[in-house]
């Protein structure tokens, strides 16, 4: 039997400091940071533990994601296309950070654009 996704990216610690990685990393961008500009910490800390939990669970992994489905939580927040290629952007150079190996790269990416209907507005 072939290993998940999950276990081929390191598991809930690479996942995980992925998440660390690329949060800081679109909270900087001039254009995305506004989504973050009226958060507290720990609501951004909270923020981060579900994306966490959402990607592991989405690629395989044993935890279980208890947040709101994609539409639900990003409806009126107002992300555009321009948003959402800057977003990709920031992607590829936290899996570049990690060198995140072609096969698993090209299945993160196509996981993360079947969500993209569900967060552009």
């Known amino acids: 039997m072939s290993q998940t996704l999950y276990a081929r990216l390191g598991g809930y610690d690479a996942i995980s400091a992925v998440c660390d990685d690329l949060l800081p990393r679109l909270m900087a961008d001039s254009q995305l940071g506004r989504f973050w500009k009226n958060r507290g910490a720990d609501g951004v800390r909270r923020e981060k533990q579900l994306l966490v939990d959402f990607l592991c669970a989405s690629a395989g992994g044993p935890r279980y994601y208890v ?25 590829h150079a936290t899996l570049d950070k990690f060198q995140v190996p072609d096969p698993e790269r090209s299945q993160v990416l196509a996981f993360v654009e079947s969500t993209k209907a569900d967060i552009v507005e």
């Open 67 to 91: 947040g709101r489905e994609m539409k639900l939580s990003h409806e009126g927040m107002g992300i555009d296309d321009s948003d959402w290629q800057i977003f990709l952007s920031c992607l």
